[in-house]
């Protein structure tokens, strides 16, 4: 495997269930990112970690639960979750420098379609 | 606060032609970064090409390049001879330099639907 890969690519949920999503990266990079994609909105960011310590958590609702047990693997944790949070999840992951340098590249997984009843 | 707009309705260009998206960008940061991505329908964001603000040429990548006209905040993206495979969505996007450090975020435009006719 290459790149950052993401599991399942589709999840249909009821609200009541529980679910996760899972990413991968196997490019050694020390940052993961997770992304909501809405239908006709920007990418939003919902959270940020770097060598597995969450550095930025953009407001996100408590119903989504982020964790990171090592630098190759982050998971989103779902439940009770809205209809309104029917949207494309991208993983994504960067090496990040963390100096006065902005070129890191953030590179993406290929997403998980999710559809909440 | 840092805000890409991307205005174009959707775009269309014929196989082989040159086709240019257009970005522009608003930012107090003293340096930073612009990227253009493109999104097939399968939903990956694939990376394309990167501007810092502090380079002197403008960026290529294949028959990829940036038009960066920092006094006017803009960083069009031109594709030359077009693929039937470009047609897709593309996204412009800024990561911004503080005094302490560049920030993790990547902010993000809403995206211009490029459409390639044979």
């Known amino acids: 495997e290459t790149g950052v890969t993401q599991t399942p690519r589709h999840l249909v949920m009821g609200m009541t269930n529980k679910k996760s999503l899972k990413c991968e990266q196997h490019?050694?990079?020390?940052?993961m990112y997770w992304y909501k994609q809405s239908a006709k909105k920007p990418l939003e960011l919902m959270f940020v970690?770097?060598?597995?310590?969450?550095?930025e958590n953009n407001s996100v609702p408590s119903r989504f639960s982020p964790e990171c047990p090592n630098s190759s693997h982050l998971f989103l944790h779902l439940h009770t979750l809205q209809p309104e949070d029917s949207a494309l999840y991208l993983c994504a992951s960067s090496q990040d420098r963390g100096g006065a340098e902005s070129s890191d590249t953030q590179y993406f997984g290929p997403g998980t379609r999710l559809t909440v009843l | 606060a840092q805000k890409i707009t991307q205005t174009q309705p959707g775009m269309f260009v014929q196989e082989k032609e040159a086709v240019t998206l257009d970005c522009t960008y608003d930012?107090?940061?003293?340096?930073?970064?612009l990227f253009w991505y493109k999104q097939p329908s399968s939903g990956e964001m694939i990376f394309l090409i990167y501007?810092?603000?502090?380079?002197?040429q403008n960026a290529t990548e294949g028959r990829y390049s940036l038009n960066f006209q920092k006094a006017r905040k803009s960083a069009n993206l031109v594709i030359s001879a077009s693929q039937l495979g470009d047609s897709a969505m593309y996204f412009c996007?800024?990561?911004?330099?503080?005094?302490?450090?560049?920030?993790?975020?990547?902010?993000f435009g809403k995206g211009i639907t490029l459409s390639v006719r044979p």
């Open positions: 996007a800024m990561r911004g330099t503080t005094n302490t450090g560049a920030n993790s975020k990547l902010t």
């Open positions: 970690y770097n060598f597995k310590e969450q550095t």
């Open positions: 490019l050694g990079h020390n940052a």
């Open positions: 930012t107090s940061d003293p340096s930073y970064g």
């Open positions: 501007q810092g603000s502090y380079d002197q």
